[in-house]
């Protein structure tokens, strides 16, 4: 048991470590979509012209990136994650996980892929938000990426979990 404690005192310094990464920092709400999420302090709003659907913030210090937008099509969640993965040019070598965030069930894909040339590590999250009352064949969803370039992936991925597990609908 002796020799057991400079390891667990090794693994709190690493756990404690890891979290000290995430900054709770403020809370971000889509102007026109009732849905908010946690970031760091410092990341700033960059609109997309013709396009006030989509909100980007960036941490220029970081290059953190996270993008959210909504959607309405008679795809389920998964197919539309992997619709939007193959579209942005993502790597579809790993299976998309669901998990619970905000109380609801998404899917999840932790992946790769590039931006400008750049390789990046992204996530990215679908959100099912029930149907469109006026098309009942219709799902709304939420969909958020999270991402940096991969060569600073291990330095950011606990804030960009975070971030993406903080992701809330506001009803």
């Given amino acids: 048991m002796r020799h057991m404690l400079p390891i667990l005192g090794t693994v709190a310094i690493i756990l404690v470590a890891g979290c000290a990464t995430h ?7 889509h102007p026109t979509l009732d849905i908010q999420f946690r970031a760091p302090q410092g990341m700033e709003h960059h ?8 909100y980007e913030v960036i941490d220029s ?16 969640g998964l197919r539309y994650l992997m ?5 942005k040019g993502l790597s579809l070598d790993r299976e998309p996980e669901r998990r619970s965030i905000g109380g609801r069930e998404a899917w999840v894909l932790d992946t790769t892929g590039a931006s400008e040339g750049t ?3 992204t996530l990215l999250a679908v959100l099912p938000h029930g149907k469109v009352p006026e098309r009942p064949r219709e ?3 939420f969909i958020m990426q999270v991402w940096c ?20 609908i506001m009803e």
């Fill in 119 to 121: 390789p990046i590590h």
């Fill in 23 to 29: 900054d709770a920092g403020q809370v971000l709400r």
């Fill in 149 to 168: 370039p991969d060569s600073s992936w291990a330095q950011h991925r606990g804030t960009m979990q975070a971030i993406l597990g903080s992701m809330e």
């Fill in 47 to 54: 609109p997309w012209p013709g396009d006030p659907g989509v």
């Fill in 83 to 87: 619709k939007m993965a193959d579209m």
């Fill in 139 to 141: 799902n709304y969803l």
């Fill in 61 to 76: 210090q970081s290059a953190v990136h996270v993008i959210v937008w909504h959607t309405t099509t008679e795809q389920d």
